[in-house]
């Protein structure tokens, strides 16, 4: 079971709720253990309480799991804390979204896992709200999507079993998982019993007992084939009624009038529609892992189905931001659901899409990401490291003393506005400004920033490791001593040297 985030929450699995806590503009922990509520679609009925975790200085998160049946909609995590126990009581109530089950989850990832300490965090809060927020937050109201080849075809491929049942009375519902031959079998349609109804025996088909999709479909049970020709003309022998039963038992009587007849009784025949993530063995039982169908369910063959879903869509920026969610409209109307969106410049719709469909997005991006904004970050901590006096320098950011922070951060600053002021002579990037002068307007406005930014840490670094405060204590020398001084100072020394 995988875990999901507030934008990707799926039926049946765990969602990570995480809520960040800060006072006077930074993290910190609040007085105890957060109380968390999941609220209904309502916000008010109260569905479950969670217990809240600490994953890093002022930011916690609650796992819930949601329910296979649970509707789809928006839903509420209330958070209830104090900062101090003789501060009031505050409350943060947040949006995160259920998706069915059946949607395509967890496909691609940027392979990074990057681990955070409490004081590189607040470093990137600071980075990020005091010199750089507009290029972490940059708005992109309309942009279509460029239709591209799929990373992955087996990611997005699902095979469909039709199983034959040899008897009927036999149920399995939605969702129902059974195994057979080491490989996991998922019910797609229920079979209750009351679906089941015999046709009549008279009605004659030449063609097979499968709908017309098993035309396109791949039998794996080729191997045994007359083992189930046997069973299948067995089965058809006991559901014909008695007149038919005796006129195939005459026109079976020599070889020569068998190949001549061309109509063979109708056999009623039970298929069980699964998805499953491999081949079952040719016939055999099915056997229940988890669900409310029967414990078992006796095959006598299986036909075999593909479906490719391979729609995948690129846009020009990466690094969304996931607040806010970003709005998708396929052919100008707005869809909430149906495709997943990995956050780095791809949209992945869970169905195939016509080429002239005409996809496009809203979304909110960073201009940097969080790796580029840690080393940033670790060039400010060499530079400061280099600064005279060198004797004492610390290898991470958080051994560093807490007097660099503001060295270390205009450093970084100044850094990430070279860089926008080198990117802005890529077109791509002078897009993001609209017009070239608006664009030659920005990268001058940068410039200016940059050397505001360079100046004073410049002017900083000059005594933040030689600036020493004035001393406050007094040093006489007396001139003189008062009488009997003289004679203690000799008897001093005469024990002292003994």
Known sequence: MSIQTRTTALQNELVRLYCHFSRDGRLCDPAGQPFVEILDTDGVTVLDT???????????????????????GHYYDRWTYQFSSSSNIEEQTMLFDVYSLESYINFLSKGKATDVSDRASQLLID??????????????????GMRIQQDNQQKRTKSYYYFVIDSEG??????????????????????PYSNYSSSSSNQSSSSSSLDSSSSSSVDSSS????????????????????????????????????????????????????????????????LLADGDGDPSITYTEYTKKESTFSTVYNFAYENWNQF???????????????????????LYFDSLMAPEDSISAAFNFSYFSKEEMLSFLR??????????????????????????????????????????????????????????????????????????????????????????????????????????????????????GS
Not at 171 to 181: L, S
Not at 255 to 265: D, M, Q
Not at 424 to 433: A, F, S, V
Request: aromatic share 12%; glycine share 6%.
């Open 50 to 72: 969670v217990p809240a975790q600490e994953e890093n200085l002022g930011v916690w998160y609650a796992d819930w799991y949601v329910p296979a049946n649970l509707p789809l």
């Open 127 to 144: 980075l990020s709200n005091d010199f750089i927020y507009e290029s972490q937050h940059i708005p992109l109201y309309f942009e279509q």
């Open 170 to 191: 036999q149920e399995a519902y939605e969702g129902d998982k059974y195994m057979n031959n080491g490989q996991s079998f998922t019910v797609y349609e229920s079979l």
């Open 223 to 286: 191997s045994d084939s007359s083992s189930s020709e046997q069973r299948s003309s067995s089965t058809s022998s006991e559901s014909a009624l008695g007149e038919s039963s005796s006129s195939d038992t005459t026109s079976s009587s020599t070889s020569e009038e068998l190949i001549t007849t061309t109509t063979t009784p109708y056999s009623h025949k039970i298929v069980l529609t699964c998805v499953g993530t491999g081949d079952p063995t040719a016939y055999g039982t099915l």
């Open 324 to 346: 806010p969610r970003p709005v998708v409209r396929v052919n100008n109307r707005i869809v909430d659901d149906g495709w997943h969106a990995d956050y780095m410049g791809k």
């Open 379 to 496: 060039l400010g901590l060499k530079m400061m490291n280099g600064l005279p006096p060198a004797s004492e320098a610390f290898s991470s950011l958080e051994a560093a003393p807490a007097i660099w922070d503001a060295g270390i951060l205009l450093y970084a600053a100044a850094t990430a506005m070279k860089r926008l002021i080198f990117g802005l002579t890529w077109q791509e990037k002078r897009i993001i400004y609209g017009r070239p002068e608006d664009a030659q307007n920005a990268a001058s406005l940068y410039q200016d920033l940059y050397k505001s930014y360079q100046e004073t840490w410049v002017e900083f670094g000059k005594n933040v490791k030689t600036r020493k405060l004035p001393g406050i204590a007094l040093y006489v020398t007396p001139e003189y001593t008062l009488p009997g001084g003289r004679s203690r100072w000799f008897r001093y020394l005469f024990k002292s």
